[in-house]
């Protein structure tokens, strides 16, 4: 794929986290024994750039989705707190997928990054607040960074399987690099099981 038709996927998938996230602002808190928590549905979209392109191509995704987002409706608070549960997670779900498809599956690599996207903006609010007693929320967060990351990766294992130009952009990957082939091979042979069903 040329180099246009990368600039346009990573500007395609900027834009939907920038709309995701400034969505998902407007929709109340849906745990209310967990003052901010949120559903991190934008993780969605970091998960697939880290599935479909290279490190530094995802890494511009991310950090495009949080400077848009906080420009169209941020103060400097939430992108603080966007900025460190962003790269916190994203980090980590690098770092699990490191693991390869035989010990953790997409599901478990968005749950991962769940979890780091709650503890990174808890370690902002500790640092804001000057006490660690922020992080007793910690558990609560963890759990429901589980269930949402959980939910996360589902919808964006859906997406890799489905959707042709994402497929199209994973197997583009997968010839230039040794890790997202073996990601790519694990897809196709999952495919090719559940197309029996």
Same mark, same amino acid.
Request: proline share 3%; no cysteine; glycine share 10%.
């Given at each position: 794929?040329?180099?246009?038709?990368?600039?346009?996927?990573?500007?395609?998938?900027?834009?939907?986290?920038?709309?995701?996230?400034?969505?998902?602002?407007?929709?109340?808190?849906?745990?209310?024994?967990?003052?901010?928590?949120?559903?991190?549905?934008?993780?969605?979209?970091?998960?697939?750039?880290?599935?479909?392109?290279?490190?530094?191509?995802?890494?511009?995704?991310?950090?495009?989705?949080?400077?848009?987002?906080?420009?169209?409706?941020?103060?400097?608070?939430?992108?603080?707190?966007?900025?460190?549960?962003?790269?916190?997670?994203?980090?980590?779900?690098?770092?699990?997928?490191?693991?390869?498809?035989?010990?953790?599956?997409?599901?478990?690599?968005?749950?991962?990054?769940?979890?780091?996207? &709650?503890?990174?903006?808890?370690?902002?609010?500790?640092?804001?607040?000057?006490?660690?007693?922020?992080?007793?929320?910690?558990?609560?967060?963890?759990?429901?960074?589980?269930?949402?990351?959980?939910?996360?990766?589902?919808?964006?294992?859906?997406?890799?399987?489905?959707?042709?130009?994402?497929?199209?952009?994973?197997?583009?990957?997968?010839?230039? &690099?040794?890790?997202?082939?073996?990601?790519?091979?694990?897809?196709?042979?999952?495919? &090719?099981?559940?197309?029996?069903?």
């Amino acid at each position: 794929m040329n180099k246009n038709k990368r600039l346009i996927y990573i500007a395609l998938l900027a834009a939907q986290g920038v709309v995701i996230t400034l969505l998902e602002r407007s929709i109340p808190f849906p745990f209310a024994f967990a003052p901010g928590a949120k559903l991190g549905l934008a993780n969605m979209i970091t998960l697939l750039a880290i599935f479909t392109l290279p490190y530094k191509d995802s890494f511009k995704v991310v950090w495009m989705r949080l400077l848009i987002a906080t420009l169209l409706g941020g103060t400097l608070s939430t992108f603080m707190y966007s900025f460190a549960g962003a790269f916190l997670s994203y980090g980590g779900m690098l770092l699990v997928r490191l693991l390869g498809p035989k010990r953790v599956s997409m599901i478990g690599i968005s749950a991962a990054g769940g979890i780091l996207h &709650n503890v990174g903006q808890l370690l902002v609010a500790s640092l804001i607040a000057g006490s660690f007693s922020v992080m007793l929320y910690l558990p609560i967060l963890a759990l429901t960074g589980i269930f949402s990351g959980v939910a996360v990766g589902v919808a964006a294992n859906y997406l890799l399987e489905h959707v042709t130009t994402i497929k199209k952009f994973q197997s583009e990957e997968a010839g230039k &690099n040794k890790l997202a082939a073996e990601w790519y091979q694990a897809s196709l042979v999952y495919e &090719n099981e559940n197309s029996g069903l």
